[in-house]
């Protein structure tokens, strides 16, 4: 959206949820950082959405659904992926880094609370000059969920 060259502009990389973005999901807050995110760029007047399909962080819809089961047992999000033989997250963040070059952009401000999706554009050779938070109020369904994100996987959240 607008001019994205001028300064560097406003960038979320979201990762696919149909649970949570379509379905609206209370064990996430996927769709109210999409929301955010769209809601910033337009309160801006330029930014960049990249919606990426990478469902269940890279593991598709239907081993999330499988860990969804695992965690409604007690387990976390990360030993839930563990538990069916995957990383804890499985995505790859090169084709946004690529999507951003091709759009002639070299420095973004990035909305994210995710570490690994900065360290994967600095690598690609973008430069993010900011890191700008994307958390929202969760649902209380969330907050476990959203705990282990930071605890276990080095996620930028404030304590709740």
Same mark, same amino acid.
């Given at each position: 959206?607008? !001019?994205?060259?001028?300064?560097?502009?406003?960038?979320?990389?979201?990762?696919?949820c149909?649970?949570?973005?379509?379905?609206?999901?209370?064990?996430?807050?996927c769709?109210?950082?999409?929301?955010?995110?769209?809601?910033?760029?337009?309160?801006?007047?330029?930014?960049?959405?990249?919606?990426?399909?990478?469902?269940?962080?890279?593991i /598709?819809?239907?081993?999330?659904?499988?860990?969804?089961?695992?965690? !409604?047992s /007690?387990? !976390?999000?990360?030993?839930?992926?563990?538990?069916?033989?995957?990383k804890?997250?499985?995505?790859?963040?090169?084709?946004?880094?690529?999507?951003?070059?091709?759009? /002639?952009?070299?420095?973004?401000?990035? $909305?994210s609370?995710?570490? !690994?999706?900065?360290?994967?554009?600095?690598?690609? /050779?973008?430069?993010?000059?900011?890191?700008?938070?994307?958390?929202?109020?969760?649902?209380?369904?969330?907050?476990?969920?959203?705990?282990?994100?930071?605890? #276990?996987?080095?996620?930028? $959240?404030?304590? #709740?």
């Amino acid at each position: 959206m607008g !001019d994205v060259h001028g300064a560097p502009p406003l960038v979320r990389v979201h990762s696919q949820c149909l649970t949570g973005d379509v379905f609206g999901s209370l064990r996430c807050d996927c769709r109210q950082q999409l929301e955010l995110a769209l809601s910033l760029i337009s309160g801006e007047g330029a930014g960049i959405l990249i919606y990426e399909q990478q469902e269940g962080r890279g593991i /598709g819809l239907m081993p999330k659904l499988q860990a969804y089961e695992l965690q !409604d047992s /007690g387990l !976390d999000t990360v030993e839930a992926n563990v538990k069916l033989g995957f990383k804890a997250d499985h995505r790859e963040f090169e084709l946004p880094a690529q999507i951003l070059k091709s759009l /002639g952009v070299s420095q973004v401000r990035l $909305l994210s609370n995710n570490p !690994d999706k900065v360290s994967a554009l600095v690598r690609a /050779g973008i430069e993010v000059v900011e890191r700008v938070p994307c958390e929202v109020t969760p649902s209380a369904h969330a907050q476990d969920y959203l705990n282990t994100k930071r605890d #276990k996987m080095g996620h930028l $959240l404030r304590e #709740k």
